[in-house]
């Protein structure tokens, strides 16, 4: 069965360093997600994009945060400078776009752990 | 912004009971979905519902659309080992189109299903 791929699994960064999670949603899905976790709480939106573009986002997805879809499989998620709160897991998500009957599959998640 | 209430935030159980948990929203939700977290993992979708009154099962899973739009539950029946686990109610309030776009997840319900 097809499925959203994440890397890495666990990334760990320094403070103020750049960071790029990768993920590779299921093939004929149009519409990616991010979302977050942080440890032991409940998952929140970060940002959604169809049609290279966002299409909708979050009040923590500011202005240190970036999407991209550089190729044909790939979504990426840029944090450009992290701080210790972005400390968390990070969720990529895709669909397929189905009227009325949409379902977001999840991916694995990348552990950011910021020191 | 919009939130999900979801009850109970834990639960202990004996393997072969039945298990009910619940999501309450102030707010209209036109798509309710439940998921199921492992520990390190991603959501792993459990049942899709996108119709008020919807009644629908997937195996030892039950869970409704509340009439109102505003509530939704899941049951498990007969639980066993395996069932253990963080369980979201998440939900859109987007109604048409072919994505329903960002999720809201409730807190969580944390399942320990003892043998």
């Not at chain 1, 590779?24 to 998952?43: A, D, E, M, T």
């Not at chain 2, 959501?43 to 009154?53: E, N």
């Amino acid at each position: 069965e097809p499925e959203v791929t994440q890397t890495p699994s666990h990334q760990v960064t320094q403070m103020g360093q750049e960071v790029i999670l990768r993920c590779v949603p299921i093939s004929n899905h149009l519409y990616f997600y991010w979302y977050r976790q942080i440890l032991g709480q409940k998952v929140e939106f970060l940002v959604s994009f169809y049609n290279n573009e966002i299409s909708e986002k979050s009040e923590i997805f500011d202005d240190q945060f970036s999407v991209e879809r550089p190729d044909g499989s790939n979504f990426t998620l840029k944090i450009r400078s992290t701080k210790l709160e972005d400390s968390a897991m990070y969720f990529c998500a895709s669909s397929k776009g189905s009227f009325l009957t949409d379902t977001q599959y999840f991916g694995p998640g990348t552990r950011l752990t910021v020191l | 912004g919009q939130q999900l209430n979801q009850s109970p935030q834990s639960m202990f159980i004996q393997e072969g009971e039945d298990v009910s948990m619940n999501c309450t929203s102030s707010s209209i939700f036109n798509t309710w979905l439940w998921y199921k977290q492992d520990p390190g993992e991603g959501p792993v979708l459990l049942i899709a519902l996108y119709k008020a009154g919807e009644l629908t099962s997937n195996g030892r899973l039950t869970a409704q659309f509340g009439i109102t739009r505003k509530d939704s539950f899941l049951n498990i029946s007969a639980s066993i080992p395996s069932d253990v686990g963080i369980y979201f109610c998440a939900g859109s309030p987007r109604a048409g189109g072919t994505s329903y776009g960002k999720l809201t997840f409730g807190q969580g319900t944390i399942l320990t299903v003892h043998p």
